[in-house]
């Protein structure tokens, strides 16, 4: 039976979002997640998206499935999609602005803003290597600015867990970076035991980093929302940048805060819908 679809893409990181209300168990397999998601095969997506029933008093529960068929903890340029998709599927039956949704990170809250964008509050980075997890040591259990092997090269790398993996790398120039080549090399190191996404970060200024990703499960892509926060806490880490930054994608800006009061994440960007059908 044909199942009904949306297509979002916050700053071109596309989803196929799923309406699963009805039924803790998403509706598609990882198998059928890879399939839907090729470009050539498929609708052609980054991840798949599921808005599921709310548990622990929560208002929704989100899954995703990465383009390869595996599951992350969180996506962040997913989770504003889904306030939207969300706000579309409640209709004139909508009573707030602002969601509390059970995530494998656990508990995100995106709130629509007056000016149409999604403001996220995405919770307090992690910053120990056993929460990331990675195996590389350090004195203080945290990796800030420490020397990996990655393509006969040595990289002086920052780690962070938003609920997912990121291995941040400040570097002179983002578009000079072979992405395709060493992003895999990153993503499957050994010192990274549920793999990890990886953000390259060019500091144009105090206020303004540039980022090109690759992500676990997906490749290339156009933004990663985790991603951004997780750069911008290393950037602070590293003496690099102020707490509030626009970090600026391929696919477009995302504006990003970590507040120096409560310790949380505050990242505000757009979510697009693309068109609807069956699949
Ligand atoms: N693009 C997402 C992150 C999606 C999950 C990631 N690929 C992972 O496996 O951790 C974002 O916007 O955060």
């Not at 916050?10 to 839907?36: H, M």
């Not at 403001?119 to 600015?145: F, H, Y």
Request: aromatic share 8%.
């Amino acid at each position: 039976m044909a199942i009904e679809f949306t297509k979002y893409h916050g700053l071109g990181n596309d989803f196929i979002l799923i309406d699963n209300r009805s039924s803790l168990t998403p509706v598609l397999t990882p198998e059928k997640a890879v399939q839907w998601c090729d470009r050539h095969f498929g609708i052609g997506a980054d991840g798949v998206i599921f808005a599921l029933p709310g548990q622990n008093g929560t208002d929704y529960t989100m899954r995703i499935f990465n383009s390869d068929g595996s599951e992350p903890e969180m996506c962040g340029n997913g989770i504003r999609c889904l306030a939207v998709f969300l706000t579309e599927l409640e209709g004139i039956s909508r009573t707030k602005d602002k969601y509390h949704i059970h995530t494998l990170a656990g508990v995100i809250t995106p709130q629509l803003t007056d000016d149409g964008q999604v403001k996220v509050d995405m919770g307090e980075p992690r910053l120990l290597a056993g929460e990331i997890p990675t195996t590389i040591t350090s004195r203080d259990s945290q990796v800030i600015n420490q020397p990996l092997e990655v393509a006969e090269k040595t990289w002086d790398v920052t780690c962070v867990s938003m609920g997912n993996p990121h291995c941040i790398t400040f570097v002179e120039d983002v578009a000079a970076i072979n992405l395709e080549g060493i992003g895999p090399q990153f993503e499957s190191h050994p010192v990274f035991p549920k793999k990890t996404n990886t953000e390259f970060i060019q500091v144009v200024n105090r206020n303004y980093l540039k980022m090109r990703v690759w992500e676990r499960g997906a490749g290339i892509t156009l933004a990663c929302g985790t991603g951004a926060c997780a750069s911008l806490v290393a950037g602070v880490l590293n003496g690099k940048c102020d707490r509030t930054a626009i970090i600026e994608l391929p696919g477009g800006p995302l504006e990003i805060e970590w507040s120096a009061v409560d310790n949380r994440i505050y990242m505000t960007g757009t979510a697009e819908r693309v068109f609807t059908g069956k699949y």
